[in-house]
Nanobody, 121 residues
Protein backbone atom coordinates (compact mmCIF):
# COMPACT_ATOMS: atom_id res chain seq x y z
CA UNK A 1 0.00 0.00 0.00
CA UNK A 2 1.26 3.49 -0.90
CA UNK A 3 1.62 5.81 2.09
CA UNK A 4 2.56 9.48 2.61
CA UNK A 5 3.29 10.68 6.16
CA UNK A 6 3.67 14.39 6.98
CA UNK A 7 5.54 15.79 9.98
CA UNK A 8 6.94 19.10 11.26
CA UNK A 9 3.76 21.07 11.84
CA UNK A 10 3.12 23.03 15.00
CA UNK A 11 2.56 26.44 16.57
CA UNK A 12 4.81 29.33 15.57
CA UNK A 13 4.84 33.10 16.05
CA UNK A 14 4.23 35.37 13.06
CA UNK A 15 7.50 35.97 11.22
CA UNK A 16 8.90 32.61 12.29
CA UNK A 17 9.78 29.48 10.33
CA UNK A 18 8.82 25.80 10.10
CA UNK A 19 9.97 22.93 7.88
CA UNK A 20 7.44 20.28 6.90
CA UNK A 21 8.54 16.80 5.82
CA UNK A 22 6.69 14.12 3.84
CA UNK A 23 8.05 10.57 3.87
CA UNK A 24 6.89 8.29 1.04
CA UNK A 25 6.63 4.51 1.33
CA UNK A 26 8.19 2.16 -1.22
CA UNK A 27 9.51 3.36 -4.57
CA UNK A 28 6.14 4.20 -6.12
CA UNK A 29 6.88 7.89 -6.74
CA UNK A 30 10.03 7.57 -8.82
CA UNK A 31 9.54 9.80 -11.86
CA UNK A 32 6.43 11.45 -10.38
CA UNK A 33 5.71 15.01 -9.25
CA UNK A 34 5.06 15.64 -5.55
CA UNK A 35 3.39 18.65 -3.98
CA UNK A 36 1.93 20.41 -0.98
CA UNK A 37 -1.63 21.67 -0.45
CA UNK A 38 -3.30 23.40 2.49
CA UNK A 39 -6.83 23.73 3.86
CA UNK A 40 -8.04 26.26 6.44
CA UNK A 41 -11.19 25.54 8.51
CA UNK A 42 -14.32 25.92 6.38
CA UNK A 43 -12.26 26.61 3.24
CA UNK A 44 -11.38 24.65 0.10
CA UNK A 45 -8.05 22.88 -0.30
CA UNK A 46 -5.54 25.14 -2.08
CA UNK A 47 -2.34 24.42 -4.00
CA UNK A 48 0.91 25.49 -2.30
CA UNK A 49 3.88 24.05 -4.22
CA UNK A 50 5.06 21.20 -6.48
CA UNK A 51 8.39 19.64 -7.49
CA UNK A 52 9.47 17.14 -10.16
CA UNK A 53 11.83 14.13 -9.87
CA UNK A 54 15.05 16.06 -10.52
CA UNK A 55 14.13 18.90 -8.13
CA UNK A 56 14.79 21.48 -10.85
CA UNK A 57 11.19 21.89 -11.99
CA UNK A 58 9.30 23.71 -9.22
CA UNK A 59 6.07 25.67 -8.89
CA UNK A 60 4.95 27.83 -5.95
CA UNK A 61 1.59 29.53 -5.42
CA UNK A 62 1.65 33.33 -5.61
CA UNK A 63 0.52 33.54 -1.97
CA UNK A 64 3.71 31.81 -0.75
CA UNK A 65 6.24 32.74 -3.46
CA UNK A 66 9.42 34.18 -1.92
CA UNK A 67 8.56 32.79 1.53
CA UNK A 68 8.10 29.01 1.03
CA UNK A 69 10.49 26.65 -0.77
CA UNK A 70 9.75 23.06 -1.82
CA UNK A 71 12.61 20.55 -2.13
CA UNK A 72 13.15 16.78 -2.18
CA UNK A 73 15.73 14.17 -1.21
CA UNK A 74 15.19 11.10 -3.37
CA UNK A 75 17.70 9.02 -1.38
CA UNK A 76 15.43 9.48 1.66
CA UNK A 77 12.15 9.31 -0.30
CA UNK A 78 11.22 12.62 1.32
CA UNK A 79 9.84 15.97 0.15
CA UNK A 80 10.14 19.15 2.24
CA UNK A 81 8.40 22.50 2.54
CA UNK A 82 10.55 25.20 4.15
CA UNK A 83 8.23 27.96 5.39
CA UNK A 84 9.74 31.34 6.32
CA UNK A 85 8.19 34.70 7.26
CA UNK A 86 5.01 32.94 8.34
CA UNK A 87 1.77 34.92 8.58
CA UNK A 88 -1.46 34.17 10.50
CA UNK A 89 -3.21 33.58 7.15
CA UNK A 90 -0.85 30.62 6.57
CA UNK A 91 -2.68 28.76 9.36
CA UNK A 92 -4.09 25.53 7.87
CA UNK A 93 -3.75 21.78 7.67
CA UNK A 94 -0.95 21.05 5.20
CA UNK A 95 -1.23 17.94 3.00
CA UNK A 96 1.46 16.13 1.05
CA UNK A 97 0.46 14.77 -2.37
CA UNK A 98 2.09 12.59 -5.02
CA UNK A 99 1.49 11.33 -8.54
CA UNK A 100 0.95 14.44 -10.70
CA UNK A 101 2.36 14.37 -14.25
CA UNK A 102 3.86 17.88 -14.14
CA UNK A 103 4.36 20.75 -11.69
CA UNK A 104 1.38 22.79 -12.94
CA UNK A 105 -1.11 19.92 -12.63
CA UNK A 106 -3.71 19.88 -9.86
CA UNK A 107 -4.40 16.15 -10.26
CA UNK A 108 -2.63 13.93 -7.71
CA UNK A 109 -3.10 10.20 -7.11
CA UNK A 110 -2.05 9.95 -3.46
CA UNK A 111 -2.56 12.09 -0.34
CA UNK A 112 -1.19 12.16 3.19
CA UNK A 113 -3.24 12.65 6.37
CA UNK A 114 -2.09 16.25 6.91
CA UNK A 115 -0.20 18.19 9.58
CA UNK A 116 -1.49 21.28 11.42
CA UNK A 117 0.35 24.60 11.09
CA UNK A 118 -0.82 27.43 13.36
CA UNK A 119 0.69 30.93 13.15
CA UNK A 120 -0.07 33.33 16.00
CA UNK A 121 -0.11 37.14 15.75
Amino acid sequence: QVQLVESGGGLVQAGGSLRLSCAASGRAFSGNVMGWFRQAPGKERDFVAAINWTGIGRNHADSVKGRFTISRDNAKNTVYLQMNSLKPEDTAVYFCAAGAINVISSRYEYWGQGTQVTVSS
